[in-house]
């Protein structure tokens, strides 16, 4: 790895007043240590590397802030790295901050580096904290989810796997199931939703999340929610029903065709 000297040059070159050329090699070789292990595990112990990337991503050089979310990505999928990105940098902070403009470029890097940091539940916390604290709020973050073309230069599809982390934490579990809000209700639509298995995968997850909740499993059953159908509809097989079978379905799951069980199966 580099020496004392040669890291001290390096971090001269990642501040927002260099020439664009310098930072821009500055940045791609930053990147390129975190595209491995050890290289990752160098930076752990370089907080001000870690400041200087964060900073960095809103440099007027598109290239450059690119690189900078590539390797804020690669660090974010190292767990060793959770705790010195949150609490040594403003990192959250900013995420947050850009991820509501709707015309941010850069959205779907966020949502994947919210998704990293949120898998294991200290992170996850910090996170979620971050969300309350800034003022967003769990149902900004579902709205944003749920507007389709939200963010025209992004899918937000990531977001999805987002809700489905925070939802290991009771408090987010208790907004999602909060019975005057209706977020679940708006969450599953999207357990079939075929453009993004990513999107819908992270929406079964916080469903499943939610599950822990025995309290709530009646209401989850009820009218209100009528979760069964959309549990159950990807696990629909060919079976030939007799009438009365299929009456004692849910309405949603009767006399389903060959092709609505062959369609939902592949999704």
Not at 2 to 24: H, P, T, W, Y
Not at 113 to 119: D, E, T, V
Request: aromatic share 8%; proline share 4%; glycine share 6%.
């Amino acid at each position: 790895m580099l020496s004392d000297g040669e890291a001290k040059e390096l971090l001269s070159f990642l501040i927002l007043k260099m020439r664009a050329d310098v930072k821009g090699q500055a940045t791609g070789y930053i990147l390129g240590l975190t595209g491995n292990r050890d290289g990752c595990r160098y930076l752990r112990s370089k907080p001000d590397f870690l400041k200087a990337l964060v900073t960095l991503t809103c440099d007027p050089s598109i290239s450059i802030v690119k690189d900078c979310y590539h390797a804020l990505i690669n660090l974010s999928a190292d767990e060793t790295l959770h705790q010195p990105l949150v609490k040594e940098t403003d990192l959250l902070a900013r995420l947050f901050q850009n991820l509501l403009d709707p015309e941010y470029m850069f959205a779907d890097r966020i949502c994947t580096i919210l998704s990293n940091l949120s898998r294991h539940e200290r992170t996850c916390r910090d996170v979620f904290n971050t969300v309350q604290e800034q003022k967003i709020g769990l149902d900004k973050v579902v709205e944003i989810f749920c507007t389709e073309g939200f963010n025209k230069k992004a899918s937000l599809h990531y977001l999805g796997p987002l809700l489905s982390n925070l939802a290991q934490l009771p408090e987010a579990r208790h907004f999602i199931l909060d019975k005057d809000k209706c977020v679940i209700q708006r969450l599953l639509p999207y357990t079939q939703y075929e453009e993004s298995s990513t999107r819908r995968g992270g929406v079964v997850g916080t469903l499943r999340n939610c599950c822990f909740e025995y309290a709530h499993h009646e209401w989850l059953l009820s009218d209100a929610v009528d979760i069964l159908p959309y549990l159950l509809l990807p696990l629909a097989g060919p079976e030939e029903l007799s009438e009365e079978e299929n009456e004692g379905l849910p309405v949603d799951l009767q006399y389903l065709t060959t092709f609505q069980i062959f369609h939902q199966s592949n999704l």
